[in-house]
């Protein structure tokens, strides 16, 4: 596969990116729900090429015993690539990259779940990358949060998540892989829709304080259009308003 290479301008002069879209403009999306019959609850997402499957497995007790907590359950999460989810094939296993992103999503997850319903036991939640195409982490963390529900966890809102960057001095919406890998910032964040509490947030790039908040607000009006995706995918499995 060649190798990409950085475009001469991200955005022409019509302000349409590289790949068509308008600066605030989503990645076509399609969720998913209960596409995995043994899980307690999964759910599939494309965004753009992305294309990840998130399962749970859960709440059950949770051994060895001594790592239970005797008033809560505890959440593991997992972020894995598939070796050939990327045009140059991924060393099997879990690096560095992986094992950050699982912990910064399960905390991302925590503070919606009412983990005090389950002392003692564990809930798992794995996501697998089938194909990679920037955003990964966000888009795992949406379907997470489906599959949660799917699995019918008690949880006080949904989290949803989405990224804003900077490319050609401008903040756009849900950078595509062009735009990673060769813009001037990344800004992922986690989000509960109905109280737009944030439960992630980082930043990859230099932005002054301005071009931060913008990108916050930008990031939350996508995790807003993603959120009703959730609700359209979860009615259309079980019904209801």
Same mark, same amino acid.
């Given at each position: 596969?060649a %190798?990409?290479?950085?475009?001469?301008?991200? =955005?022409?002069?019509? $302000?349409?990116? =590289?790949?068509?879209?308008? =600066?605030?403009?989503?990645?076509?999306?399609?969720? @998913?729900?209960? !596409?995995?019959?043994?899980?307690?609850?999964?759910?599939?997402?494309?965004?753009?090429?992305n294309?990840?499957?998130? &399962?749970?497995?859960?709440?059950r007790?949770?051994?060895?015993?001594?790592?239970?907590?005797?008033?809560? #359950?505890?959440?593991?999460?997992?972020?894995?690539?598939?070796? /050939?989810? !990327?045009?140059?094939?991924?060393r099997?296993?879990?690096?560095?990259?992986?094992? @950050?992103?699982?912990? *910064?999503?399960? @905390?991302?997850? @925590? $503070? #919606?779940? /009412?983990?005090? %319903?389950?002392?003692?036991? *564990?809930?798992?939640?794995? +996501?697998?990358?089938?194909? $990679?195409? &920037?955003?990964?982490?966000?888009?795992?963390?949406?379907?997470?949060? +489906?599959?949660?529900?799917? &699995?019918?966890?008690?949880?006080?809102?949904? !989290?949803?998540?989405?990224?804003?960057?900077?490319?050609?001095?401008?903040? !756009?919406?849900?950078?595509?892989?062009?735009?990673?890998?060769?813009?001037? &910032?990344? *800004?992922?964040?986690?989000?509960?829709?109905?109280?737009?509490? =944030?439960?992630?947030?980082?930043?990859?790039?230099?932005?002054?304080?301005?071009?931060?908040?913008?990108?916050?607000?930008?990031?939350?009006?996508?995790?807003?259009?993603?959120?009703?995706?959730?609700?359209?995918?979860? %009615?259309?499995?079980y019904?209801?308003?």
């Open positions: 596969m %190798k990409k290479e950085k475009p001469d301008q991200f =955005i022409d002069d019509q $302000s349409k990116r =590289i790949d068509g879209r308008e =600066i605030n403009e989503l990645r076509e999306v399609n969720i @998913e729900v209960g !596409v995995l019959e043994r899980a307690d609850g999964s759910a599939y997402i494309e965004l753009g090429d294309k990840i499957i998130a &399962a749970v497995y859960g709440p007790e949770l051994h060895p015993r001594h790592l239970q907590e005797p008033d809560r #359950a505890i959440i593991r999460y997992k972020y894995s690539m598939a070796s /050939f989810s !990327v045009g140059d094939r991924k099997p296993g879990p690096g560095r990259r992986s094992k @950050e992103i699982s912990k *910064v999503s399960k @905390e991302a997850l @925590e $503070s #919606a779940i /009412f983990l005090e %319903k389950y002392p003692k036991s *564990v809930i798992d939640i794995f +996501v697998e990358i089938l194909e $990679s195409a &920037a955003g990964t982490r966000t888009t795992c963390l949406t379907a997470a949060s +489906v599959a949660l529900a799917d &699995a019918g966890i008690p949880m006080n809102d949904l !989290v949803v998540s989405c990224a804003a960057g900077k490319v050609d001095d401008e903040i !756009v919406l849900d950078i595509n892989e062009l735009e990673d890998n060769f813009g001037d &910032a990344d *800004v992922p964040i986690a989000m509960k829709p109905n109280t737009e509490d =944030i439960t992630l947030l980082q930043m990859d790039g230099d932005l002054s304080r301005d071009e931060l908040e913008k990108s916050i607000e930008t990031a939350k009006q996508g995790c807003k259009i993603l959120h009703e995706e959730q609700k359209k995918a979860l %009615k259309e499995r019904g209801g308003e």
